[in-house]
């Protein structure tokens, strides 16, 4: 009987795989990631069911070939795979079976997103290849934007823009929110179409969600995922005026600017190149580092701006929901964004705080604005959708 899932999930320069044994499972049974592709300094991991340790010179294809090829025996009775695609342009406001016509229409929205997408093609043609006659499912983080009323999504630039070239807000980490939506939903015995939420998607990428009534009403992230949070490397909000006063002043071309807004900036670019990631940062300020300060500080500003800024599009908060490595994780850094949303009365409860959340989540103290913590699990989301989507015994 045909019942298991591999849910890829190509990155710019990462690969995530997880196999999920049937529609049921809230845990895959081989998990395997891939890092630094690209560069001689690649890994590739696997646990489970099978366990793979591989360091050198490898690029997306090989890793991926790599681990079809250690699971190969688990493979044998896929009911589909499930593919991560960042950008659906306006054309997919839901997952999608792969077809020969999807994937067109895939490829000619790809533009919108040039680091991320050709490599989530590069990923179902390889798995058409090597796994051949399975179906495949494409599961899009701009989807779940495609509810934002036109004033959210608008740019104030020339319409014919938007009408010409599609340029417009998007979104993304959609599939998170759709996940974070109905698991905090059902943490809260309560109908997802009956809350409002604020959620913050804290991870590598960084981004927030306003949910009225179960849908997106407003995001932070836009035409590409650059927009709003101050994330790992990348900038979030800029004047779009910075580049044309930095040529001017450096010379640079705007490509090299872009790359340098993509990964260079952000929590690495503020903490003078110390590092991209919290914990590290966190644990720099720890031992005095001003140059961590400065970056943690300006990315907690930022959150809570945006979180507030989001609830304009709410008449209330049934919560406000932390995900994300970050967000899941980091105590401290969920207190200090909170702390610095000056205008709404939080008080954390410091010891759920610390644990992460009770059963339900809660961090906050009783009859205060309600403040949760649940894990977000896009894997597990990609693997409900091809279930959905393939025809399986
Ligand atoms: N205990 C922790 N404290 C602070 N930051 C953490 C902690 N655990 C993970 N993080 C941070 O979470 C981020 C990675 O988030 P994650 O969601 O795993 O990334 P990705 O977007 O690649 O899936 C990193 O900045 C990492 O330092
Ligand atoms: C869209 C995006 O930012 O993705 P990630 O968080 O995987 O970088
Ligand atoms: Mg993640």
Request: hydrophobic content about 40%; charged content about 20%; glycine content about 8%.
């Amino acid at each position: 009987m045909e019942r298991s899932v591999l849910v890829v999930n190509c990155g710019s320069s990462s690969l995530k795989l997880a196999l999920y044994p049937d529609p049921n499972a809230t845990q895959p049974t081989i998990e395997a990631s891939a890092e630094r592709l690209g560069t001689d300094k690649a890994s590739l991991s696997a646990s489970g069911l099978i366990s793979l340790d591989q360091t050198g010179a490898m690029n997306h294809e090989e890793a991926l070939r790599a681990f079809i090829s250690a699971a190969e025996s688990e493979l044998q009775h896929l009911a589909g795979i499930g593919h991560r695609v960042v950008h659906g342009g306006e054309t997919f406001v839901d997952s999608t079976p792969l077809t020969k016509d999807t994937i067109e229409q895939l490829e000619a929205v790809s533009g919108l997103a040039p680091l991320h997408n050709p490599m989530n093609l590069m990923g179902i043609s390889l798995c058409q290849e090597l796994l051949p006659g399975i179906e495949q499912v494409a599961v899009f983080d701009t989807a779940f934007h495609q509810t934002m009323p036109e004033q959210a999504w608008l740019y104030g630039v020339p319409y014919e823009w938007y009408e010409q070239f599609g340029v417009r807000r998007y979104g993304f980490h959609g599939t998170s929110y759709r996940f974070v939506a109905a698991e905090t939903a059902r943490r809260m015995d309560r109908e997802a179409d009956d809350l409002n939420l604020i959620v913050a998607h804290l991870g590598n990428g960084c981004s927030a969600c306003a949910i009225r009534q179960g849908v997106s009403v407003d995001t932070t992230m836009g035409l590409t995922p650059l927009e709003g949070l101050i994330m790992g490397t990348r900038s979030g909000d800029v004047d779009p005026g910075l580049l044309d006063y930095m040529i001017e002043k450096t010379g640079s071309s705007v490509d090299a600017l872009m790359q340098t807004l993509n990964k260079q900036s952000g929590l690495k670019g503020l903490s003078s190149g110390l590092s991209n990631d919290m914990r590290s940062l966190l644990e720099a300020e720890e031992s005095g580092n001003t140059d961590a300060t400065r970056a943690i500080d300006a990315f907690c500003f930022r959150v809570a701006r945006h979180l507030s800024a989001l609830s304009t599009n709410l008449t209330h908060i049934d919560s406000v929901v932390f995900t994300g490595g970050i967000g899941e994780h980091s105590a401290v850094i969920r207190q200090r964004i909170l702390a610095a949303w000056r205008n709404m009365p939080f008080r954390l409860n410091q010891e759920l705080n610390n644990q992460n959340g009770d059963n339900q989540g809660r961090i906050s103290e009783q009859g205060t604005p309600l403040v949760l913590v649940v894990p977000t699990d896009e894997e597990r989301m990609i693997a409900q959708d091809t279930y959905r989507l393939t025809h399986h015994d």
